[in-house]
T-cell receptor, first 113, second 116 residues
Framework: AQKITQTQPGMFVQEKEAVTLDCTYD???????LFWYKQPSSGEMIFLIY??????QNATEGRYSLNFQKARKSANLVISASQLGDSAMYFC??????????FGAGTILRVKS | NAGVTQTPKFQVLKTGQSMTLQCAQD?????MSWYRQDPGMGLRLIHYSVGAGITDQGEVPNGYNVSRSTTEDFPLRLLSAAPSQTSVYFC???????????????FGPGTRLTVT
């Protein structure tokens, strides 16, 4: 069963505008965590943001925020004031026992100047 | 701290050859994992370990072996390479359960493997 679904294979955004990348998840565990990673063309995996299932407030890290809607099982990433350097592949992932990550297929984001 | 290191960075193998991808971390992390990333896809878990001497299979374990004799090292062995194992391999580590940010995963830079 698909645990992480990212329905947007590719997205375009104008520089300085905000963009939302969608992620829905499927789990029966009461305790879980959700991650977003950025993978630029150079290939490394860069941690962006984390949301625990019991966290009361939506996570924020600088220009990144996570729109966490537990009842809808969605954890969308919002990037404010997009920059050219934000062009990359973005992965949503859910944390399972053993600190194992299950990744979605990813969304390619292109920022236009 | 060097973080998570992986060697080699690139490797070309012929079908049927064997090799070991090395992964080491110097953060005293209990949990370590191996993932593979095929073109246009997310990472998929191959094997993982929750401590020295303890390993288990992930989503795509066939054709790979692991062992964890020390906390620092978690090598991945390809027994008889096949073209389907052409991929980028990532090793990751995390502190484990309990404590602030114990969930945080640290990724190595990856090994790009081509099997011809």
């Amino acid at each position: 069963a698909q645990k992480i679904t990212q329905t947007q294979p590719g997205m375009f955004v104008q520089e300085k505008e905000a963009v939302t990348l969608d992620c829905t998840y499927d789990t029966s565990d009461p305790s879980y965590g959700l991650f977003w990673y950025k993978q630029p063309s150079s290939g490394e995996m860069i941690f962006l943001i984390y949301q625990g299932s019991y966290d009361q407030q939506n996570a924020t890290e600088g220009r990144y925020s996570l729109n966490f809607q537990k009842a809808r099982k969605s954890a969308n990433l919002v990037i404010s004031a997009s920059q050219l350097g934000d062009s990359a592949m973005y992965f949503c992932a859910i944390l399972e026992y053993g600190n194992k990550l299950v990744f979605g297929a990813g969304t390619i984001l292109r920022v236009k100047s | 701290n060097a973080g998570v290191t992986q060697t080699p960075k690139f490797q070309v193998l012929k079908t049927g050859q064997s090799m070991t991808l090395q992964c080491a971390q110097d953060m005293n992390h209990e949990y370590m994992s191996w993932y593979r990333q095929d073109p246009g896809m997310g990472l998929r878990l191959i094997h993982y370990s929750v401590g020295a001497g303890i390993t288990d299979q992930g989503e795509v374990p066939n054709g790979y072996n692991v062992s964890r004799s020390t906390t620092e090292d978690f090598p991945l062995r390809l027994l008889s390479a096949a073209p389907s194992q052409t991929s980028v391999y990532f090793c990751a580590s995390s502190r484990g359960t309990g404590g602030s940010k114990s969930y945080e995963q640290y990724f190595g830079p990856g090994t790009r493997l081509t099997v011809t």
